[in-house]
């Protein structure tokens, strides 16, 4: 069925394509936002990632590896985004603090500021790795099928992931 739907709309079929992009925009969405960790960047990834997808669908070699291509494809529409990102923009912020004096901002959370900033400096495959784990919570033998490499492959990346997290943890406590 799913082999089926990929090869439709690998042929041109734009409802296919709809109902491929219904059943993993998600998925797409979530690894985005765990990449970007903004909402608003992360529905632009998604939306960029679905369109390269279309216009790539054409040269996509095999269907069974759908799922593996299109993180792929999701994981460069973050990578974009990221870059764009290094442009610096000034906001004009009115002198004072404009009648709020902190009471409808809650107390940061400093352990998940902490966190995020950890995250933030692990490359974005990595990242993208350890979401695909923890927060899709797919399997290493999933993950291995789906990026056609060895089981023991995954668990060495995740590791290598797990272990950059950590040093960024302990660097951010100090």
Known sequence: MERALVEQARAGDAHAFEELVRRRIDTVYRTAVGILGEPA???DATQEAFIAAWRQLPSLRDADRFDAWLRRITVNSCR?????RRVVREIAMPQG?????????PPPDLAAIHFDDAFEQLPVEQRALLLEHHLDGRSVAEMAAAHGVPA???KSRLFTARRALERALAEADR
């Open 80 to 84: 974009m985004i990221l870059r764009r």
């Open 152 to 154: 023991g492959t995954v």
């Open 41 to 43: 960047d992360a529905r």
């Open 97 to 105: 603090d404009g009648g709020l004096s902190g009471r409808f901002l």
